[in-house]
């Protein structure tokens, strides 16, 4: 015989009104970092950010030091100079794994919650759609800015840091700039577009399939149409290849792959933004308001 | 008594098609059943006071507040337990209450500290640290009515609460929603197809057929005594009873499984003359009561279907 009454005490606290999404980004990421593959592909792009940073310490301690045995070597090496155009390989090179990273952590995002029926129970609590949806897409910005720009910007420090003085600091002020700002274009994009086929698709699976399939079709026409028909312009067309021609300019790099202005390239983003955005609010919205 | 729910002539559509017809209808405080059959609009009612459906006709106000332009002041004090199965596959039942908690704006210590009580009050046990994917329906079933009270609602709307769940399972769910329903403030709204759960917990039913509402009201008030039946128990040569209550012109049946025998006298024959017949026959009568129009009587006729 119980000798209590079992029951459950009346909840008087005030509930916090603003900032819900916060609570879904939170728990997105606690429930990503319980997976292995997630934690094994996270810690690839940290190798890449480990090599970055031995370059950086390799140019900046190595080759400053005349009396070092290395220096000659490293002061001689093209692709250990540190510049605008170190930064702009580093987040080309981890766009591949910042999208991978991305395709695992968002495919299920939207899709599972419909799957099991959670929209229902989470919609009941004084959450918005709004809410919802700024909340699934903050974390996967969050985490793609977080091996792109966070530590891009920690190794411009860094390399501030190592080699001090004005000369470095006027060279290198406006490249935490454009690290954030090309990182936002790797991350931004590729999370909307994930939640959108999430949203769209009934699993996981699907949904990252979709995204690989839109983003090889697109790669494949690009490529296609500036071959069939001579005028490399038309590699503006594949998404990546874009995204490429807006870093030249960010990092203002000369080596252009084609010629054509990156206003339009930046205007195909934001297109394909939007797009996404649409599908991922619209659906979201109807989980919440069925009629 | 203040309204609680208050539909004035409201109207859902879904593709055109009317789930709500024309409602107009007032709901006080305690435990209220939404009866009736598979797509009567019992579902739809619910969504409805959730703000989930909108209305195309009519106002809609909970608590006071419109609906659903101050949805979200209103779910602060509802709680709802859906009809379809709901897992969160991958985490427990703690972390799936806390963060339900979290979404309703409590602290994280709060949410995980009511995330443990209301799951002790549902019976999980030791169960909550296993991830859902390994519960059965009967505890995914629990795992739902403890995230509707976690923050001890006002109003809790539970749609189907026993679907799926096996005799002992179901008995046990509703025991708890009784239980729920005794505590002061709270309105507990059941919807189901199955009248006996309702009766199980509710005092007060609102019958809905395509879409209105065609009776509402208290269930004492429902099954009313019927004058001409009588319930009886009688003990020894009660078959010989039945032979002679049948012989004097009245009609009985053996009602199982409590063997309890249904007497309906003519209008000319009074009460006395049964007691006669079990003196005739030696027959100890051990219960006699008018019997009550019972709530699938009271259902069906409010459908149409007596």
């Not at chain 1, 099991?116 to 809410?131: A, G, Q, R, V």
Request: a positive charge.
């Amino acid at each position: 015989m119980p000798i209590y009454t079992k029951s459950y005490r009346r909840y008087d606290g005030q509930p916090r009104r603003h900032f819900r999404w916060l609570v879904i980004v939170e728990q997105e990421l606690k429930t990503l970092a319980k997976f292995r593959v997630f934690k094994g592909l996270i810690l690839v792009a940290c190798l890449h950010i480990i090599l970055r940073l031995l370059q950086i310490v390799a140019y900046d301690v190595l080759a400053q030091d005349p009396n070092h045995p290395l220096q000659i070597v490293f002061a001689n090496l093209d692709i250990a100079y540190i510049g605008p155009a170190t930064f702009f390989s580093f987040l080309y090179l981890q766009t591949t794994i910042t999208f991978i990273i991305l395709l695992y952590a968002g495919a299920g995002m939207i899709c599972n919650d419909f799957k099991n029926n959670l929209m229902e129970i989470y919609f009941s609590k004084p959450l918005t759609w709004l809410d919802y949806s700024l909340g699934k897409t903050m974390t996967l910005v969050a985490l793609g800015l977080s091996i792109t720009a966070l530590p891009g910007v920690l190794l411009v420090v860094l390399h501030n840091l190592l080699l001090p003085g004005m000369d470095t600091l006027t060279a290198s002020w406006w490249w935490p700039l454009s690290i954030i700002a090309y990182s936002l274009l790797i991350v931004v994009p590729a999370a909307l577009c994930i939640l959108a086929c999430s949203s769209l698709l009934p699993s996981q699976n699907y949904a990252a399939i979709a995204v690989i399939m839109a983003l090889v079709a697109n790669s494949s026409l690009g490529g296609l149409l500036a071959g069939m028909l001579r005028q490399r312009n038309y590699f503006a067309v594949s998404f990546p290849l874009a995204l490429r021609r807006i870093g030249e300019t960010v990092f203002q790099d000369n080596r252009v792959l084609f010629t054509l202005s990156w206003y339009w390239c930046f205007l195909y983003v934001i297109v394909v933004c939007l797009v996404a955005l649409a599908i991922v609010l619209r659906k979201v919205r109807h989980a919440e308001i069925a009629s | 008594m203040t309204s609680i729910i208050e539909f004035n002539d409201v109207t859902v559509k879904y593709n055109g098609d009317p789930a709500l017809d024309g409602v107009t209808i007032a709901l006080g405080a305690g435990a209220i059943g939404l009866l009736g059959p598979n797509g009567a609009g019992k579902s739809t009612f619910i969504k409805t006071v959730l703000g989930f459906t909108r209305a195309v006709k009519g106002t809609v106000n909970i608590f006071g507040m419109p609906m659903p332009d101050r949805a979200i002041e209103v779910r602060h004090s509802l709680g709802y337990m859906p009809e379809i199965e709901v897992s969160s596959p991958k985490v427990s039942a703690v972390a799936f209450l806390t963060y339900c908690g979290r979404i309703f704006g409590m602290r994280r210590v709060d949410a995980l500290e009511r995330a443990h009580e209301v799951l002790n009050y549902v019976n999980l046990g030791d169960s909550r640290y296993r991830t859902m994917e390994t519960y059965s329906t009967g505890m995914l079933q629990r795992v739902k009515l403890a995230q509707a009270i976690l923050h001890d609602p006002k109003l809790l709307l539970l749609d189907e609460p026993t679907n799926g769940l096996d005799p002992d399972g179901r008995i046990e769910i509703l025991d708890l929603v009784s239980d729920i329903a005794k505590r002061p403030n709270v309105t507990v709204i059941v919807s189901s197809h199955l009248l006996p759960d309702v009766q199980h917990v509710c005092k007060q039913v609102v019958m809905i057929d395509k879409g209105k509402v065609v009776h509402s009201g208290a269930i004492c008030d429902l099954t009313i005594p019927r004058l001409e039946f009588y319930e009886m128990r009688v003990r020894d040569s009660d078959i010989a009873f039945v032979k002679e209550v049948r012989a004097a012109g009245y009609e009985c049946a053996r009602l199982h499984p409590s063997n309890m025998l249904l007497v309906r006298a003519p209008h000319e024959n009074n009460v006395q003359a049964l007691f006669q017949i079990a003196r005739t026959c030696n027959a100890q009568v051990r219960h006699f009561q008018p019997a009550r129009r019972s709530l699938e009587d009271a259902f069906l006729q409010a459908m149409g279907k007596e």
